[in-house]
């Protein structure tokens, strides 16, 4: 008789964990993205720059993109973070978010068939609201350290494209 009631509660335990650990997340299939695109140089239509997963987790955003086509702009791993820029986030209704961590799989930087894959992670201060719309820019050019500080000398490259997305994270 004894083993129905504790039964019961592991069962609401582990249904309550289930509930618990479901992040949000936004798939390209969940949400329409409109994407436009602004060329600045020749070489800037093999560029291939796409928004793969965007996930909220509590007061997280993290964007999974992926680049191909960089064989005009990246030829070593430095080259990519001062080329490929981090991303330029306009959030509505507005948030102050914080990029904190970036990844990129940088293993094939050099074959120029193959992607690469890139997340940015962001800190909110407050959650997002439901129906967040976000206006992401990505740009190809001259990025990196040497525009924040000015004892850095700066990499002399042109700007090449900017990719601006535009989507909604939908209600949970």
């Not at 507005?94 to 193959?114: G, P």
Request: charged content about 25%; overall charge negative; some cysteine.
């Amino acid at each position: 008789m004894k083993a129905k009631p504790v039964i019961l509660i592991f069962l609401i335990l582990v249904l309550l964990m289930a509930a618990c650990t479901q992040h949000p997340i936004a798939n390209e299939q969940d949400f329409q993205i409109e994407e436009t695109k602004q060329d600045f140089i020749d070489y800037a239509g093999d560029i291939q720059m796409k928004l793969r997963n965007v996930r909220v987790e509590d007061k997280e955003l993290i964007l999974d993109l992926t680049i191909s086509g960089l064989q005009n702009v990246v030829s070593v791993e430095e080259d990519f973070s001062n080329r490929v820029c981090d991303p330029l986030l306009s959030l509505d209704p507005a948030r102050s978010l914080t990029k904190w961590k970036a990844t990129a799989d940088l293993t094939n930087i050099s074959d120029w068939s193959k992607p690469i894959d890139v997340s940015y992670f962001y800190k909110l201060e407050q959650p997002l609201s439901a129906q967040t719309k976000i206006t992401m820019d990505w740009t190809i050019g001259p990025c990196g350290p040497c525009f924040m500080e000015q004892n850095i000398p700066c990499d002399v490259f042109p700007l090449v494209t900017n990719h601006r997305f535009n989507f909604v994270i939908p209600e949970n």
